[in-house]
């Protein structure tokens, strides 16, 4: 009997990628433009790539898609919801109120209704006041007259404690039952004013995030494709879709993960820098032992701050869509780009507009589209524009990496042709075969993760038995998510002594990974 083959996919901003793999071989790959409505993109070349696989759609065991449209919607400020903070915490914690420090234009799309109650536990769990139950319903009440229905529920120290924001939950939906509540502990790790930002995030794209979920599905549903389907999320493993219906959030950084995890694949090196060069931007990233590092500072999602975990992704405005000005002799590159639209307006297709693939073109590192159409570009302009591109990369990887010694460079991403040179501080540059697919691959090759997050008191369990119990957390996490027990592994284990609290106290993170269930099911 065939093996049975996946599908991965990666729904960008210029592009749609998909891969057919069968164990570890890619069976063939595809490529289309974003559709405004993604829906049609994806069933374009969902279709295209089962033919060139010779693939049908009962042979499918698995979905996978990386995708970049809630993240998207948030930056550009479009298709949120209005939400409101429930934050309890009371007496504690009402020095800085909710939504602070968020752009006007974000406050504008989602205002900040906030309510501080009473309830909450110290970093050990004991709590420090009992849960205001009837300052909630006095909440749920007003959000009612409101009508906001989309609610981040946050209590201090939740991680620890993830009771007291279910207990709050409760009292809330008994005034509104058909409410949408997100608990920060599901979403954020232990800092308040982050966990906060990231569970009000989550709040906004949920709505959109069921509509995009059920377009994909849709898409699917009329081609055929019965398999079940997952998504990427942040860290490269994969949620179900009623996760990322929950979750959106999970996926924001999908897109460069998926990218990093493909150039490993696809090159077999565990260790190195990765640059996926798409048609809008080109993603840095740092991989460490077959993953993506990940930043250890607040990061910052369209504005607003959060301790979410997120790949240490580094990005600049430069891609194959990128458009080209001057200033005399002096070249300036973006940071607007054509996006999906380069079929249609960049020159060597027609267009009327100077873009990085032109200058590609012209200077004879692709064959893309009509050559005779950039034959009028100066060729003192083709290499001053190289130069700044290669300056570009080689100071963006300066800034990713942690000492002066050479790295090795990974290139993906249909805008690779761009980089045509040695780079300084680069020991060597791959370009593996399926490059500009890698993002899909990615998608496609996906794991399934649990973790563990939590403050550990060393000196009652030792060192030993607390670092055994997140250990086993985290197994039953993965397995929990859909892991099969016998693949589950810990891939990362880090400790942070909270050396400002009670003697013992330690901030365990742990990872585990594992591979579907149903990977190789008949």
Not at 16 to 45: F, N, Q
Not at 233 to 243: A, C, E, F
């Amino acid at each position: 009997m065939r093996e049975t083959a996946r599908l991965g996919i990666d729904v960008g901003g210029t592009n749609t990628d998909a891969v057919v793999m069968a164990g570890e071989k890619v069976l063939a790959s595809e490529k289309r433009s974003t559709t405004a409505d993604v829906s049609s993109g994806v069933i374009s070349v969902v279709d295209a790539v089962l033919k060139k696989a010779g693939v049908g759609p009962q042979d499918l065991a698995q979905v996978m898609i990386g995708t970049t449209q809630f993240i998207n919607a948030f930056v550009q400020r479009r298709q949120l919801t209005p939400v409101a903070a429930v934050r309890v915490s009371l007496p504690k914690t009402d020095g800085i109120p909710p939504f602070i420090g968020w752009p006007a234009d974000l406050i504008d799309a989602v205002g900040e209704q906030s309510y501080l109650v009473g309830g909450g536990s110290f970093y050990d769990g004991k709590e420090y006041a009992p849960l205001d139950i009837q300052g909630l319903a006095d909440a749920a009440h007003d959000l009612r007259a409101r009508n906001i229905k989309s609610i981040a529920v946050i209590a201090n120290f939740a991680p620890v404690r993830p009771d007291i924001e279910r207990r709050a939950a409760e009292v809330l939906l008994q005034t509104l039952p058909d409410a949408d509540i997100t608990l920060s502990s599901e979403v954020g790790g232990l800092g308040l004013i982050d966990r906060e930002n990231a569970a009000l995030i989550n709040a906004s794209l949920r709505q959109l995030s069921r509509s995009v979920v059920k377009a994909l599905t849709d898409a699917f549903e009329k081609l055929g494709i019965h398999a079940p389907i997952y998504l990427s999320q942040n860290d490269g493993t994969l949620i179900s879709t009623d996760y990322a219906t929950r979750f959106p959030i999970l996926t924001c950084s999908a897109g460069p993960t998926n990218s990093i995890r493909g150039a490993a694949f696809l090159t077999g090196m565990q260790d190195a820098i990765v640059i996926d060069v798409g048609g809008t931007t080109s993603d840095f990233g740092f991989l460490v032992r077959g993953f993506p590092r990940e930043t250890a500072t607040p990061h910052l999602i369209g504005g607003v701050r959060t301790n979410f975990r997120m790949p240490d992704v580094l990005s600049i405005a430069l891609g194959g869509g990128t458009l080209v000005r001057f200033d005399g002799s002096s070249p300036r590159l973006g940071p607007d780009s054509v996006g999906y639209q380069l079929s249609q307006r960049a020159l060597v297709f027609g267009g009327r507009d100077l873009t990085l693939t032109d200058i590609a073109v012209r200077a004879g590192h692709a064959r893309i589209g009509n050559p005779a159409a950039v034959q009028s570009v100066d060729q003192t302009a083709v290499t001053a524009v190289l130069d700044r591109i290669h300056l570009q990369m080689e100071d963006t990887i300066d800034q990713m990496k942690t000492n002066s010694k050479p790295v090795p460079v990974i290139l993906v991403g249909g805008g690779h042709i761009l980089i045509s040179r040695p780079l300084r501080g680069v020991s060597e540059i791959q370009r593996p075969q399926h490059a500009e697919v890698a993002n899909a691959v990615g998608a496609a090759i996906s794991l399934v993760s649990g973790r563990v997050d939590k403050i550990f008191d060393f000196a009652a369990l030792g060192r030993d038995g607390a670092l055994a119990k997140a250990r086993k957390e985290a197994v039953a996490a993965a397995v929990a998510a859909g892991a099969a027990p016998d693949t589950v592994e810990i891939v990362d284990i880090v400790e942070l002594p909270m050396t400002h609290m009670r003697t013992g106290s330690v901030h365990v993170k742990v990872r585990a990974v594992g591979q579907l269930a149903t990977a190789g099911a008949a």
